[in-house]
């Protein structure tokens, strides 16, 4: 079985240096997950673009308002312009809310890490065999006082059991 362990890097190429040192010491590439506004490129690893709730939802209005009125050109003789109009507006209504839907899934796990994320800074998801997650967590705190081991809650676990 696997634990998956959260860190915390304020500076993402603290993050990345850690990562680079744990592939070197043979950890899996495949057993990260770099989570981050602007995620380091160049990395063997699993990567996710962190967005906010409503940079998702004018993402997914602008992509659905940009569906609609390319659709729209083929039925411009059809339709009248205030119909055409209503279903861009439709259209990115929907759009908004299917792309805020689904980022609000994807970074629910996350949601503890909501401000940090937002601040620019990196969460790394390492999915770790049960018997060599402690070692790592004990690793990190002692070489590496520039990140935070959050455990294997997001929100970081409590300091008392």
């Known amino acids: 079985?696997?634990?998956?362990?959260?860190?915390?890097?304020?500076?993402?190429?603290?993050?990345?240096?850690?990562?680079?040192?744990?592939?070197?010491d043979g950890v899996q590439p495949g057993a990260f997950t770099l989570i981050?506004?602007?995620?380091?490129?160049?990395?063997?690893?699993?990567?996710?673009?962190w967005r906010s709730d409503s940079n998702a939802a004018l993402r997914g209005a602008l992509l659905g308002a940009a569906i609609m009125l390319a659709l729209s050109l083929l039925l411009l003789q059809v339709l009248e312009p205030v119909a055409l109009l209503a279903l861009v507006?439709?259209?990115?209504?929907?759009?908004?809310?299917?792309?805020?839907?689904?980022?609000?899934?994807a970074n629910l796990p996350v949601s503890a890490q909501h401000q940090?994320?937002?601040?620019?800074?990196?969460?790394?998801?390492?999915?770790?065999?049960?018997?060599?997650?402690?070692?790592?967590?004990?690793?990190v705190n002692q070489r590496h006082p520039e990140l935070l081991v959050l455990g294997p809650d997001a929100g970081g676990s409590p300091p008392f059991p």
Do not use: C
């Open 116 to 139: 940090a994320l937002a601040g620019g800074e990196l969460l790394i998801a390492a999915d770790l065999p049960e018997n060599e997650a402690p070692r790592l967590e004990e690793r």
């Open 36 to 49: 981050a506004k602007q995620p380091p490129e160049g990395l063997p690893v699993h990567t996710r673009r």
């Open 89 to 105: 507006l439709i259209a990115a209504a929907a759009g908004g809310g299917w792309w805020f839907r689904r980022n609000r899934s």
């Open 1 to 24: 079985m696997t634990t998956r362990i959260y860190i915390r890097a304020r500076d993402p190429q603290n993050g990345r240096r850690l990562v680079e040192e744990l592939i070197a």
